[in-house]
């Protein structure tokens, strides 16, 4: 383009290229470390920065989630049909326990109520379930986070509990519109209050990227079994109480362990619980209203 | 002047090719598998697409790219923003300057050098989130996320030829 200084900008060109590509390198290291800063400070629009991103990319996660999913059903069901026998005894026997249960519970609802009239008890606040697909999973060591499509205007706000299975699987930190995303309780930043159903005591359940989740803040001289349930208490007014969380397995000086009863490497499919709570002060951004 | 027209178009569309191939690697990387405890350790197909395209292609896998890369990833997997920018960022630079030696080199070369990249990226992941949980992590997952990795880059790195070759050879 300029033939006349072609030869000195050529002799000049490759040492500002370097140096060029040394700065975008330095410029690149610190803008990510900038950022790592901003979503420290900021992580209330770098949350709804984030619920975008993941709305633009919830189609494609779901689409490309599903061969995947059907794939591992169809090896589920072959490995299903092997013990279909076995597993049939086994639910034979189960049904005829829980029969007896029912009839428990179905004695102690009418006592329950009766009660409940007696003593003039305000109702509990009634409980929806919006039910959602996993979609994607972190794919990262540090992170316990499942993505799953339902978001806004199913009706999905930050800080529902998701339950799956057997119990409670963790918290919801970002609303989209359409997607949202679930903090498992085994997650490192995961606390949830919980409450020991044999001792009642209360307690914070902590998760440290482990499989199991560690129990915080008990005395030291309480007298917590092996084996014992662990229930959300609804402290905090955040969770509703009484959601089954897991058992505890270990009780040792390094700390209780906690086994979360729902599967937590194999969920598919979630329901998210609607409390019925005005999440006011949990959802400093401004809402769909 | 139609002909040049679409020959651009083609042309911007073909060099368009890593990127997209690594966007997709990171939405194939948070698959569910419903197998047990495999979301901790899910193979990182990410940098193997930024190393490959770095040694191949430099020109199309520029730091800028795969700052952008890192950036959708952190948004994606929902950790703090900025650690996968950094570490796909380092790794780009780090294989650029070995560029000439990988290049020239053979696959288990190549496979050898990915190897030491895997290892860095761990380590630097590692260190990123533990000063920002301001906690000692576990290695481990890491390490075994390194691992298979590792152990994946044959199949992706076959993937990858098939994909150079197809869209950018011309």
Redesign the interface.
């Known amino acids: 383009m300029k033939p006349r200084s072609s030869g000195s900008v050529i002799r000049l060109a490759a040492p500002l290229r370097a140096l060029a590509q040394r700065f975008s390198f330095l410029l690149l290291v610190l803008a990510s470390i900038a950022l790592m800063m901003v979503g420290k400070i900021e992580s209330v629009s770098v949350d709804s920065a984030r619920a975008r991103v993941t709305d633009a990319f919830a189609p494609i996660l779901d689409a490309i989630s599903r061969p995947a999913a059907t794939a591992a059903r169809v090896v589920e069901s072959a490995v299903e049909l092997e013990n279909a026998f076995d597993e049939n005894q086994r639910l034979k026997a189960e049904n005829a326990r829980l029969l007896q249960w029912k009839q428990a519970a179905l004695r102690l609802e009418s006592e329950n109520n009766s009660l409940r009239s007696l003593l003039r008890v305000r109702p509990e606040p009634s409980v929806n379930y919006i039910a959602a697909r996993v979609i994607a999973t972190p794919g990262s060591s540090f992170v316990r986070t499942l993505v799953v499509t339902a978001g806004k205007r199913d009706g999905v706000r930050k800080g529902q509990a998701a339950l799956a299975g057997a119990g409670l699987v963790g918290r919801v930190i970002e609303v989209g519109e359409w997607s949202s995303r679930v903090l498992l309780l085994t997650d490192i930043n995961a606390r949830i209050p919980v409450i020991l159903s044999n001792t009642r005591q209360r307690s914070i359940l902590a998760g440290d990227n482990s499989d199991q989740a560690k129990l915080l803040y008990l005395p030291p001289d309480s007298p917590i079994q092996v084996g014992e349930r662990v229930v959300t208490s609804g402290d905090g007014g955040l969770l509703p109480p009484g959601l089954p969380v897991g058992v505890v397995t270990a009780v040792s000086e390094r700390g209780i362990r906690v086994l979360p009863s729902a599967d937590l490497s194999r969920v598919e499919h979630l329901r998210l619980v609607d409390f019925g709570l005005p999440s006011t002060d949990l959802d400093p951004s401004p809402d769909s209203k | 002047m139609t002909a040049t027209f679409w020959q651009k178009v083609d042309k911007t569309g073909r060099n368009l090719a890593p990127f997209a191939v690594t966007v997709m690697m990171v ?18 197909l990410t940098l193997v697409s930024v190393y490959y395209w770095t040694i191949h292609r430099p020109d199309l896998m520029r ?2 790219v ?2 952008l890369i ?3 990833q ?10 996968n ?2 570490l796909l ?2 790794a780009q ?1 780090a294989v650029l300057n070995q560029r000439r030696v990988f290049l020239a080199s053979t696959f288990a070369l190549l496979w050898f050098g990915f190897t030491l990249v895997m290892a860095g990226a761990v380590l630097l ?2 260190l ?2 533990s000063v ?2 301001a ?1 000692t ?2 290695i481990l ?2 390490l ?2 390194g691992l298979l990795t590792v152990a994946v880059f044959p199949a992706v790195g076959w993937l990858l030829i098939r994909v150079h070759r197809a869209f950018l050879n011309g």
Do not use: E, H, R
Not at chain 2, 29 to 42: D, E, F, R, T
Not at chain 2, 74 to 83: K, N, T
């Open positions: 939405l194939v990387g948070m698959i569910p598998l419903p197998v047990p405890g495999y979301a901790p350790v899910a193979p990182n730091p800028g795969a700052f890192g950036l959708l952190d948004f994606l997997i929902g950790g703090p923003l900025g650690v920018a950094l960022v380092v630079w992941q590692w990123a989130f920002l949980d906690v992590l576990s997952p890491a075994f996320q």
